[in-house]
């Protein structure tokens, strides 16, 4: 969904005496939208547009976040008062750090799981070539036979 539709619903369901902690989802869809928005913005790639027309596109649709954004913000301190705005704003930017965290340990853990499985995999080739090595060296000296192990 498109951050602009979501606000609508935002602003229903506040004008409709719903409180902000009950519309916590949609408010989340609605900062998850604009984030979205942005990102796209940052995403470069070749398309069969013109440049002019990419850059106006996507100055169009940072503009349209940010009045949504701003539109959003007037309205819950209208409705509610500049602190519960800040208040959004601050679990906003904790929530924002958690989920990075989040991010950053599980591509620690997954570096982690890789790295001991490349160990283990090299322990075991190591281990069966020094089996192969000293068992061809006892052989080559003749205090082994192999064929007498072998069918």
């Not at 004008?15 to 470069?44: E, H, M, P, R, Y």
Request: hydrophobic letters at 45%; glycine letters at 6%; charged letters at 25%.
């Amino acid at each position: 969904m498109d951050p602009i539709t979501i606000l609508a619903g935002i602003k229903t369901g506040l004008a409709a005496g719903k409180s902000v902690a009950g519309l916590s989802k949609q408010i989340g869809q609605f900062f998850d939208a604009t984030d979205n928005a942005k990102k796209q913005l940052q995403k470069k790639g070749v398309s069969s547009k013109s440049v002019n027309a990419i850059a106006m596109e996507r100055f169009q649709k940072l503009r349209q976040a940010a009045e949504a954004e701003e539109e959003l913000k007037k309205f819950i301190c209208e409705s509610l008062g500049p602190s519960h705005w800040n208040t959004l704003l601050k679990m906003r930017r904790e929530v924002l750090a958690e989920k990075r965290e989040a991010e950053a340990r599980a591509r620690r853990e997954a570096q982690e799981r890789a790295d001991l499985a490349l160990t283990a995999a090299s322990i075991v080739l190591l281990l069966t070539a020094a089996f192969v090595g000293s068992t061809a060296y006892l052989h080559h000296m003749k205090w082994l036979n192999i064929w007498d192990y072998l069918p």
